[in-house]
C-alpha cells in the first residue's frame, strides 16, 4: 500500500504538471488546493527538490515548479523515494537488498523466483506509469 507520503507527492506533482505556467506555485495554494497538510507537504516538496523532480524559488513570488517533463517523471522514481523498496521481500530488492533470515538456498528458492517475477513486472509498470499518464487518464475518465 502507498504510504500518506507518496500518495499526496504524486497529488503534488500531479497538480504542478496540470498548472505548469512556467512560474513557481507557492506550498500554501497546492496544499490548499489538494487538501494536503502544509507543514507535511513542505517536507515532501523539499524531498522532490533534493531528487531534482522540482525546482523551486524563494521570495514573496516563490514556490515549487516540476524540473522534468510530466512524461519523464515516473511512479517508480516517487515511490523509491518515498517508501523505499517496491519488492515485497527483502531477497528481491534492488537498491535495498537483504538475505531473508529463514531461507536456507536462494538459489533453489521457489519462493524468492516468484517473488523476483512479480517485482521484476511491478517496477516495469511503474517505470512505464508517468505524470503524463495519470493526467490522460484523469482526462478520458472526465468524458
Known sequence: MLSKKTKYAINALVYLAKNNTG???????????????????????????????????KGKLG????????KEVDM??????????????????????????????????GIREVFLDIRNETVERLKNATLSDIINREERLKK
Open 76 to 109: 517508480a522514481e516517487i515511490m523509491r523515494l518515498f517508501d523505499g523498496a517496491v519488492a515485497l521481500l527483502p531477497c528481491v530488492t534492488y537498491r535495498f537488498y537483504e538475505r531473508c533470515d529463514e531461507c536456507i538456498d536462494e538459489e533453489t528458492c
Open 63 to 70: 514556490g515549487y515548479m516540476l524540473n522534468k517533463e510530466p
Open 23 to 57: 512560474k513557481p506555485i507557492p506550498v500554501g495554494q497546492i496544499s490548499a488546493d489538494q487538501n494536503i497538510p502544509h507543514k507535511f507537504l513542505e517536507a515532501i516538496l523539499l524531498n522532490l527538490k533534493n531528487a531534482r523532480i522540482l525546482n523551486s524559488k
